[in-house]
Protein backbone atom coordinates (compact mmCIF):
# COMPACT_ATOMS: atom_id res chain seq x y z
CA UNK A 1 0.00 0.00 0.00
CA UNK A 2 1.47 3.40 -0.82
CA UNK A 3 2.30 5.60 1.91
CA UNK A 4 0.00 8.76 1.28
CA UNK A 5 1.52 11.30 3.63
CA UNK A 6 5.29 10.46 1.70
CA UNK A 7 3.55 10.45 -1.30
CA UNK A 8 2.05 14.05 -0.62
CA UNK A 9 5.67 15.00 1.12
CA UNK A 10 7.49 14.40 -2.49
CA UNK A 11 4.83 16.22 -4.53
CA UNK A 12 5.11 19.36 -2.18
CA UNK A 13 9.14 18.77 -2.62
CA UNK A 14 8.88 19.04 -6.27
CA UNK A 15 6.50 21.74 -6.44
CA UNK A 16 8.92 23.61 -4.25
CA UNK A 17 11.72 23.20 -6.74
CA UNK A 18 10.29 23.43 -10.00
CA UNK A 19 7.97 26.05 -9.60
CA UNK A 20 9.31 29.51 -9.74
CA UNK A 21 8.08 32.70 -9.13
CA UNK A 22 7.13 33.14 -12.88
CA UNK A 23 4.81 30.84 -13.38
CA UNK A 24 3.53 30.71 -9.41
CA UNK A 25 2.58 34.40 -10.17
CA UNK A 26 0.62 33.26 -13.95
CA UNK A 27 -1.06 30.75 -11.58
CA UNK A 28 -2.18 33.81 -8.57
CA UNK A 29 -2.80 35.72 -12.30
CA UNK A 30 -4.70 33.13 -13.82
CA UNK A 31 -8.62 34.35 -14.21
CA UNK A 32 -9.83 31.21 -15.81
CA UNK A 33 -9.58 27.10 -16.11
CA UNK A 34 -7.26 28.40 -18.62
CA UNK A 35 -3.50 29.67 -18.59
CA UNK A 36 -2.38 31.14 -21.67
CA UNK A 37 0.13 28.70 -22.88
CA UNK A 38 3.58 30.72 -22.27
CA UNK A 39 3.05 29.55 -19.04
CA UNK A 40 0.98 25.92 -19.04
CA UNK A 41 3.54 24.47 -21.63
CA UNK A 42 6.83 24.72 -19.62
CA UNK A 43 5.20 23.59 -16.51
CA UNK A 44 3.68 20.41 -18.65
CA UNK A 45 7.16 19.66 -20.16
CA UNK A 46 8.50 20.08 -16.11
CA UNK A 47 5.37 17.49 -14.85
CA UNK A 48 6.26 15.53 -18.54
CA UNK A 49 10.26 15.33 -17.28
CA UNK A 50 8.97 13.84 -14.12
CA UNK A 51 6.25 11.53 -15.94
CA UNK A 52 3.17 13.66 -13.75
CA UNK A 53 1.59 15.31 -16.85
CA UNK A 54 -1.16 12.95 -17.10
CA UNK A 55 -1.79 11.75 -13.95
CA UNK A 56 -5.37 10.37 -15.11
CA UNK A 57 -3.83 8.38 -18.38
CA UNK A 58 -2.95 4.77 -18.23
CA UNK A 59 0.57 3.67 -17.67
CA UNK A 60 0.89 1.95 -21.41
CA UNK A 61 0.41 5.68 -22.73
CA UNK A 62 2.68 7.11 -20.25
CA UNK A 63 0.47 7.90 -16.90
CA UNK A 64 2.35 7.40 -13.57
CA UNK A 65 -0.09 4.81 -12.57
CA UNK A 66 -0.78 6.39 -9.35
CA UNK A 67 -4.77 5.40 -7.43
CA UNK A 68 -7.32 7.78 -6.89
CA UNK A 69 -6.08 8.81 -3.95
CA UNK A 70 -2.53 9.79 -5.15
CA UNK A 71 -4.21 12.22 -7.79
CA UNK A 72 -6.44 13.63 -5.81
CA UNK A 73 -3.26 14.31 -3.38
CA UNK A 74 -1.57 15.47 -6.31
CA UNK A 75 -4.54 17.82 -7.31
CA UNK A 76 -4.92 19.09 -4.13
CA UNK A 77 -1.25 19.90 -3.93
CA UNK A 78 -1.25 21.96 -6.87
CA UNK A 79 -4.35 23.55 -6.30
CA UNK A 80 -2.37 24.77 -2.69
CA UNK A 81 1.00 25.73 -4.39
CA UNK A 82 -1.25 27.75 -7.09
CA UNK A 83 0.16 25.90 -9.97
CA UNK A 84 -0.87 27.17 -13.81
CA UNK A 85 -3.73 24.62 -15.06
CA UNK A 86 -2.81 22.77 -18.32
CA UNK A 87 -4.42 22.91 -21.06
CA UNK A 88 -7.55 20.77 -20.90
CA UNK A 89 -8.20 20.09 -24.54
CA UNK A 90 -5.36 17.55 -25.01
CA UNK A 91 -4.63 15.65 -22.00
CA UNK A 92 -8.30 15.13 -20.50
CA UNK A 93 -10.91 15.36 -22.89
CA UNK A 94 -9.60 14.41 -26.81
CA UNK A 95 -6.94 12.19 -25.69
CA UNK A 96 -9.44 9.51 -23.41
CA UNK A 97 -11.34 9.30 -26.25
CA UNK A 98 -8.20 8.65 -29.24
CA UNK A 99 -7.44 5.82 -26.41
CA UNK A 100 -11.31 4.36 -26.46
CA UNK A 101 -12.10 5.07 -30.45
CA UNK A 102 -9.12 5.47 -32.28
CA UNK A 103 -7.13 3.33 -34.16
CA UNK A 104 -3.41 2.57 -33.50
CA UNK A 105 -2.47 4.45 -35.82
CA UNK A 106 -3.90 7.41 -34.64
CA UNK A 107 -3.15 6.86 -30.81
CA UNK A 108 0.55 5.86 -31.72
CA UNK A 109 0.68 9.77 -33.96
CA UNK A 110 -1.89 11.69 -31.36
CA UNK A 111 -0.77 10.23 -28.23
CA UNK A 112 3.02 11.18 -27.14
CA UNK A 113 2.57 14.63 -29.10
CA UNK A 114 0.05 15.49 -26.62
CA UNK A 115 1.54 14.12 -23.75
CA UNK A 116 5.18 16.55 -24.57
CA UNK A 117 2.99 19.69 -25.28
CA UNK A 118 4.05 19.31 -29.34
CA UNK A 119 0.33 19.29 -29.81
CA UNK A 120 -2.19 22.13 -28.39
CA UNK A 121 -5.80 21.45 -28.94
CA UNK A 122 -8.99 23.72 -28.97
CA UNK A 123 -12.55 22.38 -28.97
CA UNK A 124 -14.79 22.39 -32.47
CA UNK A 125 -18.18 21.74 -30.82
CA UNK A 126 -20.63 25.35 -30.56
CA UNK A 127 -21.42 27.42 -33.53
CA UNK A 128 -23.77 30.44 -34.04
CA UNK A 129 -27.05 28.99 -33.14
CA UNK A 130 -25.96 25.69 -31.83
CA UNK A 131 -24.81 26.05 -28.26
CA UNK A 132 -26.81 23.65 -25.78
CA UNK A 133 -28.94 22.73 -28.88
CA UNK A 134 -25.52 20.88 -29.85
CA UNK A 135 -27.38 18.53 -31.96
CA UNK A 136 -28.26 21.56 -34.39
CA UNK A 137 -24.90 22.43 -35.30
CA UNK A 138 -24.39 22.76 -39.37
CA UNK A 139 -20.68 22.86 -40.26
CA UNK A 140 -20.75 20.71 -43.19
CA UNK A 141 -18.19 18.31 -43.87
CA UNK A 142 -19.12 16.39 -47.68
CA UNK A 143 -16.90 13.10 -48.43
CA UNK A 144 -14.49 13.75 -51.60
CA UNK A 145 -12.52 10.83 -52.11
CA UNK A 146 -10.34 10.09 -49.30
CA UNK A 147 -11.02 13.56 -47.44
CA UNK A 148 -14.37 15.50 -46.26
CA UNK A 149 -14.75 19.28 -47.18
CA UNK A 150 -15.43 21.89 -44.43
CA UNK A 151 -17.72 24.65 -44.47
CA UNK A 152 -19.66 26.70 -42.04
CA UNK A 153 -17.53 28.08 -38.19
CA UNK A 154 -17.58 26.83 -35.20
CA UNK A 155 -17.69 30.12 -32.17
CA UNK A 156 -16.72 30.24 -28.49
CA UNK A 157 -13.55 28.45 -29.18
CA UNK A 158 -11.27 28.99 -26.16
CA UNK A 159 -7.61 29.06 -27.43
CA UNK A 160 -8.18 28.67 -31.20
CA UNK A 161 -5.33 31.39 -31.58
CA UNK A 162 -3.06 29.80 -29.82
CA UNK A 163 -3.83 26.02 -31.61
CA UNK A 164 -2.27 23.39 -33.49
CA UNK A 165 -5.23 20.99 -33.76
CA UNK A 166 -8.74 21.14 -33.63
CA UNK A 167 -11.50 18.26 -32.39
CA UNK A 168 -14.52 19.20 -34.23
CA UNK A 169 -18.11 17.77 -34.60
CA UNK A 170 -19.35 18.30 -38.28
CA UNK A 171 -22.33 17.54 -40.11
CA UNK A 172 -21.99 14.62 -42.47
CA UNK A 173 -25.61 13.80 -42.95
CA UNK A 174 -29.16 15.61 -42.77
CA UNK A 175 -30.80 12.50 -42.77
CA UNK A 176 -33.17 10.82 -40.35
CA UNK A 177 -32.26 12.46 -36.22
CA UNK A 178 -30.01 15.18 -35.99
CA UNK A 179 -27.27 13.68 -33.71
CA UNK A 180 -27.55 10.45 -36.26
CA UNK A 181 -25.44 12.59 -39.18
CA UNK A 182 -22.77 14.31 -36.86
CA UNK A 183 -19.28 13.10 -37.37
CA UNK A 184 -15.87 13.26 -35.06
CA UNK A 185 -12.69 15.13 -37.01
CA UNK A 186 -9.46 15.78 -35.87
CA UNK A 187 -8.31 18.94 -37.88
CA UNK A 188 -4.63 20.72 -38.86
CA UNK A 189 -5.21 24.62 -37.32
CA UNK A 190 -2.07 24.91 -40.42
CA UNK A 191 -4.91 23.52 -43.42
CA UNK A 192 -5.74 25.93 -46.00
CA UNK A 193 -9.39 27.82 -45.99
CA UNK A 194 -9.40 27.99 -42.01
CA UNK A 195 -9.72 31.06 -40.80
CA UNK A 196 -10.04 32.05 -37.14
CA UNK A 197 -11.05 35.73 -35.41
CA UNK A 198 -11.02 36.76 -31.83
CA UNK A 199 -13.50 37.63 -29.64
CA UNK A 200 -13.00 39.85 -26.58
CA UNK A 201 -14.39 38.86 -22.97
CA UNK A 202 -16.31 41.40 -20.77
CA UNK A 203 -13.16 41.29 -19.15
CA UNK A 204 -11.03 42.44 -22.00
CA UNK A 205 -9.09 39.14 -22.41
CA UNK A 206 -8.78 36.91 -25.72
CA UNK A 207 -9.77 33.51 -24.76
CA UNK A 208 -12.19 32.93 -27.48
CA UNK A 209 -12.42 32.97 -31.04
CA UNK A 210 -14.58 32.22 -33.89
CA UNK A 211 -12.95 29.93 -36.33
CA UNK A 212 -14.58 29.88 -40.17
CA UNK A 213 -14.04 27.11 -42.71
CA UNK A 214 -13.51 27.93 -46.22
CA UNK A 215 -13.33 24.41 -48.37
CA UNK A 216 -11.05 23.04 -45.58
CA UNK A 217 -10.30 19.83 -46.54
CA UNK A 218 -9.41 17.21 -43.90
CA UNK A 219 -8.45 13.32 -44.36
CA UNK A 220 -11.08 10.93 -43.80
CA UNK A 221 -8.60 9.45 -41.89
CA UNK A 222 -8.87 11.75 -39.47
CA UNK A 223 -12.11 10.61 -38.33
CA UNK A 224 -12.64 9.33 -34.57
CA UNK A 225 -15.54 6.14 -34.77
CA UNK A 226 -17.47 5.17 -37.75
CA UNK A 227 -18.76 8.30 -40.17
CA UNK A 228 -22.68 9.65 -38.96
CA UNK A 229 -21.52 8.32 -35.20
CA UNK A 230 -19.63 11.20 -33.80
CA UNK A 231 -22.24 11.77 -30.88
CA UNK A 232 -21.59 8.88 -29.55
CA UNK A 233 -18.02 9.62 -29.31
CA UNK A 234 -19.07 13.37 -28.63
CA UNK A 235 -21.33 12.35 -25.15
CA UNK A 236 -18.08 10.38 -24.02
CA UNK A 237 -15.94 12.55 -24.38
CA UNK A 238 -18.38 15.46 -21.83
CA UNK A 239 -17.93 12.73 -19.54
CA UNK A 240 -14.10 14.09 -19.12
CA UNK A 241 -15.25 17.47 -19.39
CA UNK A 242 -18.04 17.97 -17.22
CA UNK A 243 -16.64 15.61 -14.42
CA UNK A 244 -13.09 16.23 -12.77
CA UNK A 245 -11.61 17.46 -9.16
CA UNK A 246 -13.00 20.86 -8.06
CA UNK A 247 -13.07 20.78 -4.32
CA UNK A 248 -9.46 20.84 -4.32
CA UNK A 249 -9.15 24.23 -6.05
CA UNK A 250 -11.81 25.30 -4.57
CA UNK A 251 -10.53 24.63 -0.94
CA UNK A 252 -7.44 26.97 -1.98
CA UNK A 253 -9.69 29.51 -3.24
CA UNK A 254 -11.08 29.60 -0.15
CA UNK A 255 -8.04 29.49 2.28
CA UNK A 256 -7.13 32.28 0.33
CA UNK A 257 -9.91 34.55 1.02
CA UNK A 258 -10.24 33.57 4.06
CA UNK A 259 -6.63 35.14 4.70
CA UNK A 260 -8.16 38.47 3.05
CA UNK A 261 -11.58 38.83 4.70
CA UNK A 262 -9.89 39.75 8.29
CA UNK A 263 -12.68 39.84 10.90
CA UNK A 264 -15.46 40.67 9.22
CA UNK A 265 -17.92 38.20 10.56
CA UNK A 266 -20.42 38.96 7.55
CA UNK A 267 -17.45 37.45 4.84
CA UNK A 268 -16.73 34.58 7.67
CA UNK A 269 -19.89 33.30 7.83
CA UNK A 270 -19.96 33.16 4.15
CA UNK A 271 -16.56 31.69 3.90
CA UNK A 272 -17.79 28.85 6.54
CA UNK A 273 -21.13 28.35 4.39
CA UNK A 274 -18.61 27.72 1.17
CA UNK A 275 -16.36 25.32 3.19
CA UNK A 276 -19.36 23.13 4.31
CA UNK A 277 -20.87 23.08 0.12
CA UNK A 278 -17.29 21.95 -1.02
CA UNK A 279 -16.83 19.83 1.28
CA UNK A 280 -20.05 17.99 0.42
CA UNK A 281 -18.84 18.61 -2.95
CA UNK A 282 -15.33 16.21 -2.02
CA UNK A 283 -17.49 13.47 -0.35
CA UNK A 284 -19.63 13.22 -3.73
CA UNK A 285 -15.92 13.45 -6.02
CA UNK A 286 -14.80 10.51 -3.49
CA UNK A 287 -17.75 8.35 -3.92
CA UNK A 288 -17.47 8.88 -7.72
CA UNK A 289 -14.02 7.33 -8.09
CA UNK A 290 -14.19 3.90 -9.68
CA UNK A 291 -17.87 5.05 -11.36
CA UNK A 292 -18.19 3.22 -14.31
CA UNK A 293 -20.55 3.73 -17.73
CA UNK A 294 -23.65 5.09 -16.81
CA UNK A 295 -23.01 5.68 -13.25
CA UNK A 296 -19.92 8.14 -14.22
CA UNK A 297 -21.66 9.83 -16.72
CA UNK A 298 -24.70 10.81 -13.75
CA UNK A 299 -21.86 11.65 -11.61
CA UNK A 300 -20.02 13.78 -14.16
CA UNK A 301 -23.19 15.18 -14.31
CA UNK A 302 -23.82 15.94 -10.45
CA UNK A 303 -20.42 17.61 -10.06
CA UNK A 304 -20.70 19.66 -13.73
CA UNK A 305 -23.87 21.34 -11.53
CA UNK A 306 -22.16 21.63 -7.85
CA UNK A 307 -18.69 22.44 -8.79
CA UNK A 308 -19.34 25.18 -11.59
CA UNK A 309 -22.54 26.77 -8.93
CA UNK A 310 -20.00 26.69 -6.44
CA UNK A 311 -17.24 28.58 -8.41
CA UNK A 312 -19.55 31.07 -9.46
CA UNK A 313 -20.89 32.28 -5.47
CA UNK A 314 -17.21 31.93 -4.11
CA UNK A 315 -15.98 33.98 -7.16
CA UNK A 316 -18.72 36.54 -5.90
CA UNK A 317 -17.50 36.38 -2.75
CA UNK A 318 -13.98 37.69 -3.80
CA UNK A 319 -15.18 40.26 -5.18
CA UNK A 320 -17.27 41.50 -2.35
CA UNK A 321 -13.81 40.72 -0.37
CA UNK A 322 -11.83 42.71 -2.53
CA UNK A 323 -14.41 45.69 -2.57
CA UNK A 324 -15.18 48.41 -4.97
CA UNK A 325 -11.48 49.10 -6.12
CA UNK A 326 -11.37 45.74 -7.60
CA UNK A 327 -13.96 47.30 -10.44
CA UNK A 328 -11.68 50.28 -11.70
CA UNK A 329 -7.86 48.39 -11.25
CA UNK A 330 -5.45 49.74 -13.78
CA UNK A 331 -3.53 48.21 -16.10
CA UNK A 332 -0.44 46.14 -14.14
CA UNK A 333 -2.12 46.43 -10.81
CA UNK A 334 0.22 44.79 -8.56
CA UNK A 335 -2.62 43.33 -6.51
CA UNK A 336 -3.28 39.97 -7.52
CA UNK A 337 -6.32 39.97 -5.55
CA UNK A 338 -7.38 43.23 -7.13
CA UNK A 339 -6.29 42.01 -10.46
CA UNK A 340 -7.97 39.11 -10.65
CA UNK A 341 -11.32 39.08 -8.71
CA UNK A 342 -13.52 41.07 -11.01
CA UNK A 343 -11.95 38.71 -15.00
CA UNK A 344 -12.21 35.77 -12.61
CA UNK A 345 -15.98 36.80 -11.95
CA UNK A 346 -16.99 37.80 -15.46
CA UNK A 347 -14.66 34.47 -17.04
CA UNK A 348 -17.18 32.66 -14.82
CA UNK A 349 -20.33 33.50 -15.69
CA UNK A 350 -19.77 31.03 -18.60
CA UNK A 351 -19.19 27.82 -16.18
CA UNK A 352 -22.76 26.45 -16.12
CA UNK A 353 -23.30 27.52 -19.32
CA UNK A 354 -20.28 25.49 -20.86
CA UNK A 355 -20.43 21.82 -21.13
CA UNK A 356 -23.77 21.88 -21.71
CA UNK A 357 -25.65 23.96 -19.67
CA UNK A 358 -26.44 23.16 -15.84
CA UNK A 359 -30.19 23.31 -16.68
CA UNK A 360 -29.49 20.09 -19.43
CA UNK A 361 -27.65 18.28 -16.45
CA UNK A 362 -30.67 18.87 -14.23
CA UNK A 363 -32.63 16.78 -16.93
CA UNK A 364 -29.85 14.37 -17.42
CA UNK A 365 -29.56 13.36 -13.85
CA UNK A 366 -33.57 13.36 -13.52
CA UNK A 367 -33.47 10.79 -16.23
CA UNK A 368 -31.35 8.46 -14.86
CA UNK A 369 -31.59 9.00 -11.37
CA UNK A 370 -35.56 9.25 -11.47
CA UNK A 371 -36.68 7.08 -14.48
Given at each position: ?218 PVANRLGEENDGWSVAK ?133 SLG
Amino acid sequence: MTDLAAFRAEVRQFLADNLDEELARAGRRQTSVFSEPEHSMPWQAKLHARGWAAIDWPVEYGGPGWSAMQKYIFSAECARAGTPSLMPQGLKMVAPVLMHYGTQEQKDFFLPRILNGEHYWCQGFSEPGSGSDLASLKLRADRDGDHYVLNGSKIWTTHAHHANWMFALVRTSSEGKPQAGISFLLIDMATPGLKVDPIISLAGEHELNQVFFDNVRVPVANRLGEENDGWSVAKYLLTFERGGRYAPTLFAQLGKLREEADDDPVLQDRLRREAVTVEALEAIEMKSIGAKGAEAALYASVLKVQGTEAEQRIAVLACDIAGAEAWCVPDGQSNDRLATAVPRYLNGRAATIYAGSNEIQRDLIARVSLG
